[in-house]
């Protein structure tokens, strides 16, 4: 079972900055995929970013720019450094791993970012 634990979500001014975490345990495999989605309310769970487990990343348009992944392999901790953040960036943020081969995907709980003034 894969366990991810999030944190550092909280309320920041439009321009902000905040940076997310997102530690893994359990078993998985050291090539597993991780990344970060986002759901704000009302609207679809979108993807904002990703990095392999050699370090690639993609971003959603929206975020790029502005918002850089990074990950520790080392610690099975991912990370989302969040800058020149928007009111349309409030959400519910979500850690995600897919493993490689079945692609099969695990969720943290969620952590809220709020940006307003």
């Known amino acids: 079972q894969v366990q991810l634990v999030e944190s550092g979500g909280g309320l920041v001014q439009p321009g902000g900055s905040l940076r997310l975490s997102c530690a893994a345990s359990?078993?998985?495999?050291?090539?597993?995929?991780m990344g970060w989605y986002r759901q704000a309310p009302g609207k679809g769970r979108e993807l904002v970013a990703t990095?392999?487990?050699?370090?690639?990343?993609s971003s959603a348009d929206s975020v790029r720019g502005r918002f850089i992944i990074s990950r520790d392999n080392a610690k099975n901790t991912v990370y989302l450094q969040m800058n020149s953040l928007k009111p349309e960036d409030t959400a519910v943020y979500y850690c995600?791993?897919?493993?490689?081969?079945?692609?099969?995907?695990?969720w943290g709980q969620g952590t809220q970012v709020t940006v307003s003034s």
């Open positions: 995600n791993l897919r493993t490689p081969i079945m692609r099969y995907d695990y």
């Open positions: 359990g078993s998985f495999s050291s090539m597993s995929d």
């Open positions: 990095i392999t487990s050699g370090g690639s990343t």
